[in-house]
């Protein structure tokens, strides 16, 4: 059986890739986030608790092991061709945690898997981040000082991401084959990621759909000012940080968590009532944006980072970075060349 192993990068396109797995009518065997129904739940608490979130000196390595390898056995019987993990957080972990995933899922994958990495340019990437803390976690803070916010983080925060080359190292010092793939080429052609993973024989018949999940500029724009404007607070209690996942789990549990439950729809509802509201106001206010802009001490910290990554990038992966928009180097000239007399 072979294997396909997608890590994110989160904003880019992972929630449509995981829609397209779950759509997906082949013989492929999907395992990650969204309803597997179709998937053992000993298998799926397996991927979910003890894979991807126990610290190592809890993990029980061999549990994890059986409980895998009785989940593939039970694929192959089925007719499985293809296991397919897929989890945008991977790569997100601070620290030492995605080495130490990357660990724990080489022991678990097929022998024959490839891993799938699809990068965003990073300011691009930043932005979206920034939009979607302002949607989903009430974030008042300008662009500028959530992009310091995050630089001070370092590797506890969105910086791991935007260290492609590390990503893709880490990646690649575990699994032989490995795939990057680019945001920016797959809103140009949705079969982007069809035709890199049939050049190492897996088919999946689902279409990547074109939609974005993300609000527009224009929209967060809005949505920022009536957020700002009504005074209430989204952010709910951090401590508790709720995913559209854990939503599922409260739901098949409500006698017990209802009212964690009751307090987590009262602040969907109001998101989703902002967002209604900000859709409405773009028809009379459509040429608006938030506000980007970054200060001169931002840019002198962030941006030698990045051409530092991307020209790296461009020298071992030989992406064309620069025709999609990434931050490079200016081309050094030549010198002129010296004549004997």
């Known amino acids: 059986m072979k294997g396909l192993l997608h ?22 065997f999907y395992l990650g986030k969204g309803p597997t129904s179709h998937v053992p739940s000993q298998v799926q608490f397996a991927l979910e608790t003890e894979l991807l979130q126990i610290p190592s000196y809890h993990y029980n390595s061999d549990l994890v092991a059986t409980v895998f390898r009785l989940g593939l056995e039970s694929a192959a019987e089925n007719g499985a061709d293809v296991l397919i993990v897929s989890d945008d957080n991977i790569v997100s972990q601070s620290g030492d945690g995605y080495d130490s995933h990357m660990t724990r899922l080489k022991a678990v994958m097929p022998e024959d898997t490839v891993v799938v990495l ?73 079969r982007a990621l069809h035709d890199v993973l049939e050049g190492h024989g897996i088919e999946v018949d689902a279409e990547l759909t074109d939609v974005e999940n993300e609000l527009s500029d224009a929209e967060a724009y809005h949505f920022q000012r009536l957020y700002l404007r009504q005074g209430i607070d989204l952010s709910g209690d951090r401590s508790l940080a709720f995913g559209s996942d854990d939503m599922t789990t409260l739901e098949a549990n409500r006698p017990i968590f209802d009212d964690l439950l009751q307090a987590e ?15 409405e106001a773009l028809k009379n206010e459509p040429d608006v944006s938030l506000d980007y802009s970054l200060s001169e001490q931002t840019e002198a910290l962030l941006f030698p980072f990045l051409l530092q990554v991307n020209k790296r990038m461009v020298d071992i992966m030989g992406l064309p970075l620069e025709a999609r928009g990434y931050m490079l180097p200016e081309a050094e000239e030549a010198a002129p060349a010296e004549l004997d007399s």
């Not at 890590?7 to 492929?28: C, V, W, Y």
């Not at 729809?265 to 859709?279: D, P, Q, W, Y």
């Open 118 to 190: 699809v990068i965003r340019e990073q300011l691009d990437f930043l932005r979206a981040s920034y939009k979607h803390a302002l949607v989903h976690d009430g974030l008042r803070a300008s662009f500028d000082n959530f992009v310091k916010y995050q630089l001070l983080r370092g590797s506890k925060g969105l910086m791991s991401c935007l260290d492609h080359v590390s990503l893709a190292g880490v990646a690649a010092a575990h699994f032989h084959k490995l795939e990057i793939v680019l945001y920016e080429d797959l809103a140009a052609n949705p």
């Open 7 to 28: 890590i994110g990068m989160p904003t880019a396109r992972a929630s449509a890739i995981r829609d397209m797995f779950l759509a997906d009518k082949s013989n492929n």
């Open 265 to 279: 729809e009262v602040r969907v509802g109001s998101i989703m009532a902002l967002v209604g509201a900000a859709k």
